[in-house]
């Protein structure tokens, strides 16, 4: 079946640096990748969406400047925390799509848990 | 925007059945899923049922979809231990691309 892999699933930054998480699909290729976050003990919420070779769209209240999305080929999207800070330490997961099949087509990635110290 | 709810914590012993309820409140939604989060982990998706069914079952799993009440549950048979997890119910409008997901719920197996 469809995989998605996130990378890196765990990592601790100092405030002010940036980190750049990594969303690819292994075995298929993903026009449209999405971006969520989970804050802890709550759902996930839908921050943008990234289409391949076009800007990506974001939800409203997320700063596309802060949150900054790449989504340069067909199975690798990436989203760069810029310059962050304690309160963006969560949850991020990414999903893909294999195309316009319905939303049993899509696929989460594992995960990546971002602390800012 | 759409409001999707979920009891947070449910608690069973090994062996009996789990029902999680979800409701959701936009009736135009297409499909209707369940997903389950282990600790630490991404999603995986369960099963899903399109919007004109009112049932799906899967092996341990029975989905029952009831539109007029916006209610949606996901039964667990012969729950076991491995079973323990945050159960999220989601649902997706018109456009697939974007899904709104429940708060979760919290499934404790005891032993």
């Known amino acids: 079946g469809a995989v998605v892999s996130q990378h890196p699933s765990r990592v601790i930054c100092k405030s002010g640096t940036s980190v750049k998480i990594e969303c690819r699909s292994l075995?298929?290729?993903?026009?449209?990748m999405f971006w969520y976050r989970q804050f802890p003990k709550q759902s996930l919420m839908l921050m943008a969406t990234?289409?391949?070779?076009?800007?990506?769209?974001?939800e409203q209240g997320v700063e596309k400047d802060k949150f900054l999305i790449n989504h340069a080929s067909l199975t690798l999207s990436t989203l760069t925390v810029t310059s962050a800070h304690p309160e963006d330490s969560s949850f991020y997961i990414c999903s893909a799509t294999v195309g316009a099949s319905g939303g049993y087509g899509y696929t989460f990635g594992s995960g990546t848990r971002l602390t800012v110290v | 925007g759409e409001d999707v709810e979920q009891s947070l914590f449910l608690s069973v012993r090994e062996g009996d059945s789990s029902v999680i309820n979800c409701t959701y409140t936009?009736?135009?939604?297409?499909?209707l899923y369940w997903y389950k989060q282990e600790p630490g982990a991404g999603l995986q998706l369960l099963t899903y049922i399109f919007s004109n069914m009112d049932m799906k079952q899967d092996q341990r799993l029975t989905v029952l979809l009831n539109k007029k009440d916006k209610h949606l549950s996901l039964r667990i048979a012969d729950t076991q231990t491995g079973d323990s997890a945050i159960y999220f119910c989601?649902?997706?409008?018109?456009?697939?691309?974007?899904?709104?997901f429940g708060s979760g719920t919290k499934l404790n197996v005891k032993p």
């Open positions: 075995d298929f290729q993903a026009t449209t």
């Open positions: 989601a649902e997706s409008i018109n456009n697939f691309n974007k899904f709104y």
């Open positions: 936009d009736s135009s939604s297409t499909y």
């Open positions: 990234s289409n391949e070779g076009s800007k990506a769209t974001y």
